[in-house]
């Protein structure tokens, strides 16, 4: 069965500063890959996702994330953070056929 | 394009209670998922529907049901409610053709159970 992993359950960044959001995973084959985005009270919206091809991925509000099957991983980045950034971040894994499989989330506060 | 759509929004029951969660899901999307999300135990995956049948369940007891009627619209019940069922229940919609895996969420019902 796939697993995921998002070893940083919060992270604090300055406004203005770099982003990177850790997630790695655990699948026998190349999986669908996510990262959605949920502000509190809300419901979770889709940033960007990995089926195949291009190993980085652009996706809304200038985020984007990179495939590296050599080491499992699917990390999230954003050059500069706006302070309408502040969310739970989370990546899912997903297979033909199946659910998807989320992480533990990642809780971003931004600081002015 | 309307969005998914979950109802009530927020309830509150008491041990023993039995609830109904209703999700319309985005045009043209036949497939439901249901997910549980708690602060402890993260986002857990209820069921999936498909055309009206369970096309993928997760691991949660019997108590735990859902249907899907023809309209796609989906209901999910939780009988002799517990205390540890005081989470946000998501919807989530998808086409369902090519089972890619992406879902559109709804903004969830939640429940609170005393």
């Known amino acids: 069965a796939q697993s995921v992993t998002q070893p940083d359950i919060h992270i604090t960044v300055s406004e203005g500063a770099s982003l990177e959001l850790r997630c790695n995973y655990s699948y026998g084959a190349t999986p669908y890959l996510f990262w959605y985005v949920q502000s509190p009270g809300q419901g979770l919206q889709l940033l960007l996702k990995?089926?195949?091809?291009?190993?980085l991925v652009q996706g809304i509000k200038g985020f984007e994330a990179e495939f590296k099957r050599s080491q499992s991983s699917f990390n999230l980045r954003k050059p500069s953070v706006h302070w309408s950034d502040a969310a739970e971040y989370f990546c899912?894994?997903?297979?033909?056929?199946?659910?998807?499989?989320f992480g533990g989330g990642t809780r971003l506060m931004v600081k002015p | 394009k309307a969005g998914v759509t979950q109802t009530p929004r927020y309830l509150i029951k008491t041990r023993g209670q039995q609830v109904t969660l209703s999700c319309s899901p985005i045009?043209?999307?036949?497939?439901v998922s249901w997910y549980q999300q708690t602060p402890g135990q993260g986002l857990q995956f209820l069921f999936e529907?498909?055309?009206?049948?369970?096309?993928n369940k997760g691991n949660f007891p019997g108590r735990f049901s859902g249907r899907q009627f023809s309209n796609s619209r989906s209901e999910m019940n939780v009988s002799t409610l517990e205390l540890g069922d005081s989470a946000l229940y998501l919807c989530?919609?998808?086409?369902?053709?090519?089972?890619?895996?992406?879902?559109?969420f709804g903004e969830g019902s939640r429940l609170t159970v005393l």
């Open positions: 990995y089926f195949s091809g291009d190993t």
């Open positions: 045009s043209g999307h036949r497939s």
């Open positions: 529907y498909f055309s009206e049948t369970q096309r």
């Open positions: 899912a894994v997903g297979v033909i056929g199946n659910m998807l499989t």
């Open positions: 989530a919609s998808r086409t369902g053709a090519a089972n890619t895996g992406e879902l559109f």
